[in-house]
């Protein structure tokens, strides 16, 4: 289910928060991308995304929230939407 649905996914893993996330990046709407943010912020997944990011939770889900974050928080998310997705590739498929 893509950011610009009405009902999102369970966003309870990292793999579900980084897909959810990459979607809301590759749909290239600043919009679908703050409401993706709020609801990731508010997801019980939030915890994984920011363990694996190396940030506290608390002011990650505020940044998340505000829809506004500073670059290095922004590119720590980045980088693990980017190693959720590296790990998803199978060359064979």
Do not use: C
């Amino acid at each position: 289910m893509s950011p610009a649905e009405p009902f999102p996914p369970a966003l309870d893993t990292l793999e579900a928060v980084a897909g959810y996330l990459a979607d809301a990046f590759d749909a290239g709407d600043p919009d679908t991308m703050t409401q993706a943010l709020a609801r990731v912020a508010r997801a019980p997944g939030l915890a994984h995304l920011a363990a694996a990011a190396g940030l506290p939770r608390e002011l990650l889900a505020a940044s998340m929230n505000r829809g506004e974050m500073g670059l290095d928080t922004l590119l720590a998310i980045m980088k693990v939407i980017d190693q959720n997705s590296q790990d998803d590739f199978s060359p064979d498929s």
